[in-house]
């Protein structure tokens, strides 16, 4: 009971009714960040648990369209009891890419459940010029990463975003792209024609790209204990807005092309009976129809 009162509070909080200054005094202003130009660094920051067949794609990308303007830091936090992310992660430890560097960090399975432990622990440790805390479903394909390097010479900002993304409608399990990363480990591509353009209005959760010295001065959430908390059931991700609320931004939309992700109706950190799975599938399909009206009006 506890922690939901403090839950609400922090939403109430982080929808702009407190001062984000009382719980994150630290953020540099926007003079005190670099201006970095020429040849950036990129740590992306992924969670993966269950998901082994969408990471799949993600690091696909990455190996299918290396960066040639920056190099990137794939970090992934992961559970080693999920055997299949596992295994799938020592696959593409053999893949030798040019510009990019693995880095897997494992967690126990409640440090992992609670997503801005892992984000916070990247943010205060990052060795890069910009972080971008995304989703296990989401892939940089042609364009992405290099296009995202020309717009980020000299920026100061504290949080930017894709302005747009290309998704699928909402998968289910037994969907053959879905099915074929389910399989071996292996290098993957897709069929990018059922994947339609949306245009977020923020920074959300899966696009969230952060100066690095903004995160190295206050991390993620690092100030609020219920963010930081393991929990016995992966926790629904309310920390993306209050990150938002921290910095002081909702992002700056930035032309990056080449943004895709895998929706799915299918969660695999759902836990409980399968009554319980299927009422917060159905509210999951209601939410991604009412978002997507959104986005397009």
């Not at 296009?147 to 037994?174: H, K, N």
């Not at 929706?263 to 399968?274: F, N």
Request: aromatic letters at 12%; a positive charge; one cysteine or more.
């Amino acid at each position: 009971m506890l922690d939901r009162i403090r839950l609400a509070f922090y939403r109430f909080a982080a929808g702009g009714w407190l001062p984000a200054a009382w719980f994150e005094p630290d953020l540099p202003a926007e003079t005190e960040r670099a201006a970095k130009t020429g040849h950036l660094t990129l740590e992306v920051v992924s969670h993966c648990w269950n998901y082994s067949h969408f990471l799949a794609y993600q690091l696909s990308s990455l190996v299918l369209y290396p960066p040639t303007r920056l190099s990137v830091t794939m970090t992934v936090f992961y559970c080693p009891e999920d055997s299949k992310t596992a295994a799938l992660l020592a696959f593409f430890e053999q893949q030798r890419v040019p510009g990019v560097t693995w880095n897997w960090r494992p967690l126990s399975r409640q440090a992992l459940f609670r997503r801005g432990i892992g984000r916070n622990l990247a943010a205060l440790e990052t060795r890069a010029d910009w972080v971008w805390f995304t989703d296990c479903d989401l892939m940089f394909r042609e364009g992405c990463l290099d296009t995202l390097a020309t717009e980020l010479q000299g920026r100061r900002d504290a949080l930017v975003f894709p302005e747009e993304e290309r998704t699928t409608s909402l998968l289910a399990e037994d969907n053959p792209m879905l099915q074929a990363g389910a399989s071996e480990p292996a290098v993957l591509d897709i069929d990018t024609s059922s994947f339609t353009v949306s245009r977020p209005s923020k920074a959300t959760g899966p696009l969230q790209i952060a100066h690095g010295d903004v995160c190295r001065a206050v991390g993620y959430c690092r100030n609020i204990s219920l963010y930081q908390q393991p929990v016995e059931a992966f926790a629904k991700c309310h920390e993306d807005r209050a990150f938002r609320w921290l910095v002081r931004s909702p992002g700056l939309p930035l032309p990056v092309p080449g943004v895709y992700r895998i929706r799915h109706i299918a969660k695999g950190r759902y836990t409980g009976t399968r009554a319980n799975t299927r009422i917060r599938t159905l509210l999951r399909v209601l939410q991604s129809w009412f978002r997507s009206r959104g986005q397009r009006s």
